[in-house]
C-alpha cells in the first residue's frame, strides 16, 4: 500500500493585505499629522490652528474649552459649518458633561464617551500646563459637521492626546509671554507711581508704552483689599483671585484704563470722561458678591494730565485710602477731594490728639443731657454749614430762628466760645470737622460737669411747657414754648 503524505496544515491566522494596508496607511497619516501637529510649536500658532489642523485630517468637529466652559476655538471640517460653536454649546449644557470633564482633569488621562441617541461619540483629552489643566480638547466624531474615519478610533484617541499636548505646549508659552508683558508693563507703572526723582522725558516716554493720553485728563484708582488673613493656607490664591477679579472689572468696563496688580492692592489710571467714582461703586458691589469675606477700599486721586502728574494723584488716592482706615471706615469709595479739611487733620499722627482738642473746645456740651448735647451739636454744625444764618438754619432744621439763636446763645455760655470772634469760630469749626471725621458724635466728648450756670432740677436748654416741648425765647428775650405737633 502507497505511503500517503499528510495534507499541509492550514495557517490559523490568514493574513488579509487589504487590512495591512488600511493599517499602514493610519499609522502613516498618524506620523503626518504628528509631524504638523508638532511643527505649530516652532510657528506663531495658536489652539485655533491646531483644532483646525486637527479638523482637517481627522473630518470632525473639533473643540478648546475652558474649564468654565467657555468655547475657545471650534472648527468643523465642513467649510459651511457655520453654526460650530453653537453646535459645541449645545453639547456643553448637557448637566452630566461637568462632571466628566473634572475627571478627566483629576486623572489626566483622555476619555472616550460613545455615541447616546442622536448625540455624537467625543474624545475628551484634557491640555496641560505644568501641574494646571486650563483647558479641554474635544473631537466630536459624528452629528452634523463630520464624521471618524472607518476603524480610526483608536488612531482619532492618539491623534486627540497629541493635539492636546500641542495646545499645552503653545498656552504654556503664551502664558509665559504674557508674564513677560506683564511685568515689563508692571515696572513702567511702577516708574510712573513713584514718579520722585525721574526724568519727566523718561516718565513720558513710559506713559506712552501704556498708552497714556496726556491730551486727556486722568484720575488714579487705588483699591486696596484686606490682606490681614495671609497667614491662612491658600490666603495667597485667593488674594491673587480677588486682584484678578478686580483687574478684570476695570479693564472690561473702561477702555483705555492702565491697571497694575500689586501686593495688596489694584491701581488703574482711567481716563475721562470716565466716571470713577460711579464705576468703583459698582466693582465695590461686584466684589462684595463675589468674595464677601474681602474688605475692598476705593481711593479716587485728583485729576492729571502730564505723566509726570500720575505720582501725585496716585499718592492722594493712598492717601484716601490712609485716612478712611484710620477712621475705622473701610469698604467705601472716597475721593481725595471729598476729604476737604480731613486730610490735613488726619496727618496728625495720633488721633488721641484730634480727640483732646475737640474736647478742649466743645467738650462741655457733653455734659448735658445727652439728647439735649446732641441737639446743641448739630444745630452749631448747621449754622456754620449756613454761614451763620438763623433763618437758614432754622429752615433747615425745621424750628423757629428764635430757636436757633437761643441754642448759639447757650453753646456760648457752656462752652465760652464768641462765635463772633473770628478764631474762637474757626476753633469750633476745626472741633466739628473731628468729631465729623471720627464719627463718633458726643462719644468723643466727655461727660462732664453740669452747667455752672444751671439750677439744680432746671432743664439744660431753656423751660418746656407742660407737654415737654423746648421753651424757645421769644422777641424781647422772654422764653416761649415751641408748639410741637400733635
Not at 496688580?261 to 482711567?270: A, G, T
Not at 485710602?321 to 476737604?340: M, S, Y
Not at 425765647?473 to 422764653?479: E, L, R, V, Y
Request: proline share 6%; hydrophobic share 40%.
Amino acid at each position: 500500500m502507497a505511503a500517503s503524505w499528510p495534507e499541509p496544515r492550514q495557517p490559523s491566522v490568514v493574513l488579509d493585505h487589504r487590512a495591512v494596508q488600511h493599517e499602514n496607511a493610519l499609522l502613516r497619516e498618524l506620523v503626518t499629522v504628528y509631524q504638523h501637529l508638532t511643527g505649530l510649536t516652532l510657528q506663531d500658532a495658536d489652539v485655533s490652528t491646531v483644532a483646525r489642523l486637527l479638523a482637517e485630517r481627522t473630518m470632525a468637529t473639533v473643540a478648546v474649552v475652558s474649564r468654565s466652559l467657555e468655547v475657545l476655538a471650534a472648527v468643523s471640517a465642513d467649510p459651511g459649518g457655520n453654526d460650530v460653536a453653537d453646535y459645541v454649546r449645545a453639547y456643553l449644557a448637557s448637566p452630566r458633561l461637568a462632571a466628566v470633564l473634572h475627571s478627566s482633569a483629576q486623572t489626566r488621562r483622555s476619555l472616550r464617551l460613545p455615541d447616546v441617541g442622536g448625540a455624537a461619540g467625543v474624545i475628551v483629552a484634557p491640555i496641560l500646563v505644568g501641574d494646571d489643566v486650563p483647558a479641554y480638547l474635544m473631537t466630536f466624531g459624528g452629528g452634523p459637521h463630520g464624521g471618524w474615519q472607518e476603524d480610526g478610533g483608536d488612531m482619532s484617541l492618539l491623534v486627540t492626546e497629541h493635539a492636546a499636548t500641542i495646545c499645552g505646549v503653545i498656552l504654556g508659552r503664551e502664558r509665559v509671554v504674557a508674564a513677560a508683558a506683564r511685568q515689563v508693563r508692571d515696572d513702567l507703572v511702577e516708574g510712573l507711581l513713584l514718579g520722585g526723582g525721574r526724568d519727566n522725558g523718561d516718565v513720558g516716554r513710559w506713559a506712552r508704552h501704556l498708552g497714556y493720553d496726556p491730551a486727556r485728563e486722568h484720575r488714579v484708582l487705588a483699591v486696596a483689599f484686606d490682606a490681614s488673613a495671609s497667614a491662612r493656607p491658600g490666603a495667597a490664591a485667593a488674594r491673587d483671585r480677588v486682584a484678578a477679579a478686580i483687574d478684570h472689572f476695570f479693564t472690561t468696563r473702561m477702555p483705555g484704563a492702565i491697571t497694575s496688580i500689586r501686593e495688596d492692592e489694584v491701581v488703574i489710571v482711567v481716563p475721562e470722561p470716565a466716571e470713577p467714582g460711579r464705576l468703583s461703586s459698582g466693582c465695590l458691589a461686584r466684589m462684595r458678591d463675589l468674595f464677601p469675606e474681602t474688605v475692598i477700599t476705593i481711593g479716587i486721586g485728583g485729576a492729571c494730565r502730564d505723566p509726570a502728574d500720575i505720582a501725585r494723584s496716585y499718592g492722594q488716592a493712598r492717601r484716601t485710602i490712609d485716612a478712611v482706615v484710620r477712621l475705622g471706615r473701610r469698604g467705601q469709595v472716597v475721593a481725595f477731594e471729598d476729604l476737604g479739611i480731613h486730610r490735613l487733620l488726619l496727618q496728625v499722627p495720633d488721633l488721641a490728639e484730634l480727640r483732646s482738642f475737640a474736647r478742649e473746645i466743645l467738650g462741655k456740651l457733653g455734659g448735658q443731657e445727652r439728647q439735649r448735647g446732641a441737639e446743641l451739636l448739630t444745630t452749631l454744625a448747621c449754622y456754620f454749614r449756613e454761614n451763620s444764618s438763623p433763618q437758614r438754619t432754622a429752615r433747615s432744621l425745621h424750628v423757629h430762628p428764635n430757636t436757633v439763636a437761643y441754642r448759639i446763645r447757650r453753646i456760648q455760655e457752656i462752652t465760652g466760645l464768641q462765635l463772633d470772634n473770628y478764631r474762637d469760630r474757626l476753633m469750633a469749626q476745626v472741633a466739628l470737622e473731628i468729631i465729623d471725621a471720627l464719627g463718633a458724635g458726643l462719644d468723643v466728648l466727655p461727660a462732664g460737669a453740669a452747667d455752672p450756670g444751671r439750677r439744680a432740677g432746671a432743664p439744660a436748654d431753656g423751660r418746656r411747657d407742660a407737654r415737654g416741648g423746648e421753651a424757645a425765647p421769644g422777641p424781647g428775650g422772654h422764653a416761649r414754648p415751641r408748639r410741637r405737633g400733635p
